[in-house]
């Protein structure tokens, strides 16, 4: 919907995020929906933890980034 939805094209990677206005209640008890979908457009993960990335997707999961200095953790610590 809208103007940005004219800007994509099929096998484009396109981020579809929605916003609610929730009391406190509700969003300490707010679990989110993250859903993966391949390049066919089929689900391939679905999940609730906004910072995961599945394996393989070639995405850097939200666990490895350092938060404090702004970039990416070593993957040896």
Same mark, same amino acid.
């Given at each position: ?23 406190? !209640? ?50 040896? !610590?």
């Amino acid at each position: 919907n809208g103007a940005a939805a004219h800007l994509v094209h099929p096998k484009d990677l396109v981020i579809i995020i929605s916003y609610a206005a929730l009391d406190d !209640r509700q969003a300490r008890e707010y679990r989110p929906s993250v859903v993966f979908v391949d390049e066919d457009n089929r689900i391939s993960h679905i999940g609730s933890n906004p910072a995961h990335a599945p394996e393989n997707s070639g995405l850097i999961d939200g666990t490895q980034v350092d938060k404090t200095s702004n970039s990416f953790a070593s993957a040896e !610590r």
